[in-house]
């Protein structure tokens, strides 16, 4: 998968993603990475990249016009994604969509925005991580390529890791413990793993499981509850 991101802190890249799992394909080069810089194709002495907002207001927009001027000079650009928290959910059943793509380009948008023409002209599709606000689309587009390129064929070589993960399923994940089987926590307290987990009974280890993950998915998100009993 080849990844294009237009930013003007292309120095924030790859950042986490040239460690661990991402950094290791990225040196594996199943996946590679190209910052556009708008500030380069500025025409000004200033190098200006945004500018006020028509109509007022505080901040500042970035310019449509260099914009566009970065991304040409960059074509092919893929899939067009503009980070924002005006933008669609990140899934994880987009994350899995966007892992199929040969090719992205990531938008990120800092001050205000972006001049809502660029996005029209290039066809943006926005996403946002959630409803909270960053500084900037970076650290969002960042955490976004982690969720997509782990699902990259090749970058988990087991590929009933991810049938077992959160979301998969619709539920959140079932408890995990590992040895000792009893240990004691600071406050004295006796803590024994679950017996079934060491009774090597895998269709009641997978049954508990099953059940751990509609409980805690029905304590902590009845939304994900609600869909999940309607799929059923
Ligand atoms: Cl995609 N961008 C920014 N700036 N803040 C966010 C976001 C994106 N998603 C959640 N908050």
């Keep these: 998968m080849s990844v294009k991101i237009a930013?003007?802190?292309?120095?924030?890249?790859?950042?986490?993603?040239?460690?661990?799992?991402?950094?290791?394909?990225?040196?594996?080069?199943?996946?590679?990475?190209?910052?556009?810089n708008p500030r380069y194709y500025a025409t000004d002495l200033h190098k200006t990249v945004d500018d006020a907002p028509f109509g007022g207001g505080a901040g500042m927009v970035m310019k449509a016009d260099i914009l566009s001027?970065?991304?040409?000079a960059h074509q092919p650009l893929g899939r067009f994604i503009y980070m924002t928290p005006r933008g669609k959910p990140l899934t994880q059943a987009l994350a899995q969509e966007l892992a199929k793509e040969p090719m992205l380009t990531v938008l990120c948008g800092r001050y205000e925005g972006v001049d809502e023409r660029l996005l029209e002209a290039y066809n943006a599709e926005e996403v946002s991580l959630g409803d909270y606000v960053?500084?900037?689309?970076?650290?969002a587009a960042m955490i976004m390529l982690d969720a997509i390129i782990r699902l990259l064929p090749e970058v988990i070589g087991n590929a009933n890791t991810h049938a077992e993960e959160s979301f998969h399923n619709g539920l959140l994940e079932y408890p995990h413990y590992t040895r000792p089987a009893d240990w004691v926590s600071p406050d004295g307290q006796l803590r024994r793993i679950p017996d079934v987990l060491a009774s090597g009974h895998h269709a009641k280890v997978r049954e508990w499981r099953l059940a751990q993950s509609e409980t805690v998915t029905a304590a902590r998100r009845p939304d994900l509850w609600e869909k999940y009993k309607k799929t059923k």
């Design 7 to 36: 930013t003007l802190f292309p120095e924030m890249f790859p950042g986490h993603l040239g460690l661990s799992l991402a950094g290791k394909a990225l040196e594996k080069g199943i996946w590679s990475l190209e910052t556009i």
């Design 69 to 72: 001027n970065a991304l040409e």
């Design 134 to 139: 960053l500084s900037g689309g970076e650290q």
